[in-house]
Structures are given as structure tokens and as C-alpha cells.
């Protein structure tokens, strides 16, 4: 579920996103099931076998091919794109293809990560792949999308705000997690996602005990008992963007070294935010937080990239991750998140989500950060 922006923002993404092709020779950008679509026009492709397909060639209007029966769904956005309705027993490839055509053959085309394979392979049945250059939309659209505008920025502060709520009601200990299934607390976490203002959920972690060392664990029909560390991860999408945070908690007092190695964790994720200012790579975050973990002797037991992106998709562009060398920039999003995994013991994480800016990094989440310990 998107929020409308008014027109003229989808006018002038569509504005960069054709520079962009310019620049990179891109004759057409075809994005279908996926954000790139809402994200230019508004409208959410439903992830079925029927094509939708916005199709935008370098010079001329923009089209987006949709199911005839999915029309009246498409809010219209005038001179952003046209309509064209497909019946039933039409081939909405050779429809996708003549708008592309319009005399001769794209030498370079850009697709959607996420348009079924079915049309790919379509289409490089009609342009088969020794004439016609394929490459990821991402191409045209990560320069656009990675830079959050003010609309974007407060779309994620008011998820970030309402996942927070869902945080403090579980530090507070309204959320029953002793005797319960870890399935159980799941599903309570998501209830109350939707009850605090998200549209869907996109996950609730909840993994107690041993089970926390897997860092994306399901949520198992296991019994939480008192004694164990509790590692809940939960975001859904609200008004079109993602929220996600990570919070822990002790059922009653943790062992010394639970704590210990808590008190490593909240200053490695602390490191890794004061780290994610405008000007610093993008691996710079994740070297913060993973001196502080190695420097302490948990540095086999911390296995992921410390950060990724998220907008439009909990998971996008920048990743905080050794490697990628991108400077930060006014308006990246993105994930601080480290974790200490110790197999078939115990497992912790603490993740928020910040903006950079150029005051610093503008933190979406604010749920106590420290071990809360829970009365059993
Ligand atoms: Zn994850
Ligand atoms: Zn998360
Ligand atoms: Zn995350």
C-alpha cells in the first residue's frame, strides 16, 4: 500500500530517471512486480502471472501496460505515463516490444530485479541477447532511490516510530512471552505492528534461547522459558516504507556472560551509528561496529554485513559491509546492526535504523537500547 505523493513528484523522478538512461545508454527501462514501480507512478503491480509493466524509452511517453481488469486500480497521473489495457488473449510482451520498437531494435534495455523470469525470458526471445544489451534497472534507479527525499525521510521516522511502540511495549513487559511459543509472540508482535499504523508485516522475528544464535530464525513452535534471552526483530511497511528494529530481552537476571557480551554489542552498535556520517564509506559503519566486537573477542561469532538499506524495501541499497566503498550521502537509510551469535547457546542483536544528514545521523529508532531484564 503507497501513498499518493502529488503528481509532480512522479513527474520529476521520471525526469532523473530518463537522465539517468541518458547517461548510462539505456534505451528503454521496463520495471514491473517491484518499488521502482510505485516509485515512479504510484502503483503497485499485483505479484501475479499477468504482466504490468511500465515501460519508459528514452525519448517519448512513458506507458504502462496493464491488465485490463486491473485498470480502474491505477490511480491516473497525467503526463506521467498513458494506459494501455491488455485483454485476455493478447500478448502483452509483443505490446511491451512494439512500444519499445518504434522503428528499431533497443541496443540497451534495463529490467526490474523482481519481473518474473517468464518475461525476461520472453523478451529476449523477441530481442535475443547477442543484439540487445540487458542490465538491472538498478542501473537507473539506485542513484534515484538511495537518496531519500523529505517525504521519504518523514515516511520512515513515523514507521520507525510506530515499530518503536511495538519495542517499549515489549521492554515493558506487555507482551506475555513466558509459556508462550516463539509462533505465538510472533504473531503478537505483528498484530500489534498493524495496530501502531504499519499496512503489512514484513517480519517478526522472535527467537528464544539457542535459537537466537541463528540470526534469521523462524519462529518455532518452541516454548519460551524463563531464564533465556529473548531476540525479537520486527518491521512491517507503512504508507510505502519499511520500518525495522532489533531489540533483546532477559527473562529475569542473564549469566555474567550474556551481560558481558550485551555491554560489547551496545557499544559496537553505538560505534557503528556515530560512524554513518555524510563523507564516510559505506564499509566504514561496519568496520566501527566489528572493532568493537573483534577488540573484545567475539569476532568469529559476529557472521553478517552490520547494515543494509531500506525505504521502499526493508532490504536495498547502501549495505553497510566491507567492501563497499560508497561515501555516504544526505538521505541513505539504512540498517546498524550488529550481532553475536554463539551456536546452540545464545544469540543478540541490536539494530536501528538511521538517516544520514548533514547534522549527523538521524536516529529512526529510539527504544531503550541496554539488556532490559524482565521480571518471570
Ligand atoms: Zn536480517
Ligand atoms: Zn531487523
Ligand atoms: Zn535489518
Not at 519499445?100 to 530485479?113: F, H, I, L, N
Not at 554463539?342 to 539494530?351: I, S, T, V, Y
Request: proline share 6%; glycine share 8%; hydrophobic share 45%.
Amino acid at each position: 500500500v503507497t501513498a499518493l505523493a502529488p503528481t509532480a513528484v512522479y513527474l520529476d523522478r521520471i525526469a532523473r530517471a530518463r537522465v539517468a538512461m541518458d547517461q548510462a545508454g539505456v534505451d528503454a527501462l521496463l520495471v514491473s512486480v517491484g518499488s521502482d514501480l510505485p516509485y515512479l507512478t504510484g502503483y503497485e503491480a499485483m505479484p501475479l502471472e499477468r504482466l504490468t509493466m511500465l515501460v519508459v524509452p528514452r525519448d517519448g511517453e512513458a506507458t504502462m501496460v496493464i491488465p485490463r481488469l486491473e485498470a480502474p486500480r491505477v490511480a491516473p497521473q497525467p503526463g506521467v505515463f498513458e494506459l494501455r489495457r491488455w485483454d485476455e488473449i493478447a500478448d502483452p510482451v509483443a505490446i511491451v516490444a512494439e512500444l519499445v520498437e518504434a522503428g528499431c531494435r533497443p541496443s540497451k534495455v534495463a529490467v526490474g530485479d523482481t519481473m518474473w523470469a517468464r518475461f525476461l525470458v520472453a523478451l529476449l526471445e523477441h530481442w535475443p541477447s547477442d543484439g540487445t544489451h540487458y542490465v538491472r534497472s538498478a542501473e537507473v534507479m539506485n542513484p534515484l532511490r538511495i537518496r531519500k527525499d523529505q517525504a521519504e525521510i518523514d515516511a520512515l521516522v513515523a514507521a520507525g516510530a510506530a515499530a518503536d511502540r511495538v519495542a517499549a511495549q515489549l521492554q515493558a513487559g506487555e507482551i506475555e512471552l513466558v509459556g508462550r511459543t516463539e509462533a505465538a509472540v510472533s504473531a503478537d508482535i505483528g498484530a500489534r505492528l498493524l495496530a501502531e499504523g504499519h499496512d503489512i508485516v514484513n517480519f517478526a522475528i522472535v527467537a528464544a534461547g539457542p535459537n537466537a544464535a541463528s540470526p534469521h530464525h523462524h519462529a518455532s513452535s518452541r516454548v519460551i522459558s524463563a531464564g533465556e534471552l529473548v531476540l525479537c526483530d520486527f518491521g512491517g511497511t507503512m504508507a510505502g516504507y519499511c520500518s525495522d528494529i532489533t531489540r533483546c530481552v532477559s527473562l529475569g537476571p542473564p549469566p555474567a556472560e550474556v551481560a558481558e557480551a550485551y555491554a560489547v554489542l551496545h557499544e559496537a552498535q553505538a560505534a557503528g551509528v556515530a560512524a554513518a556520517v555524510v563523507g564516510a564509506a559505506c564499509e566504514d559503519v561496519d568496520r566501527a561496529s566489528r572493532r568493537v566486537i573483534d577488540e573484545a573477542g567475539y569476532g568469529e561469532w559476529f557472521i553478517h554485513r552490520t547494515g543494509h538499506g531500506i525505504g521502499m524495501e526493508a532490504h536495498e541499497d547502501p549495505y553497510m559491509v566491507e567492501g563497499n566503498t560508497l561515501p555516504i550521502a544526505t538521505g541513505h537509510a539504512f540498517s546498524v546492526e550488529p550481532g553475536i551469535y554463539l551456536d546452540g547457546r545464545w544469540g543478540m542483536r541490536l539494530e536501528d535504523c538511521v538517516v544520514a544528514t548533514d547534522d549527523g545521523p538521524l536516529p529512526l529508532n529510539r527504544a531503550d537500547h541496554s539488556l532490559v531484564v524482565l521480571d518471570v
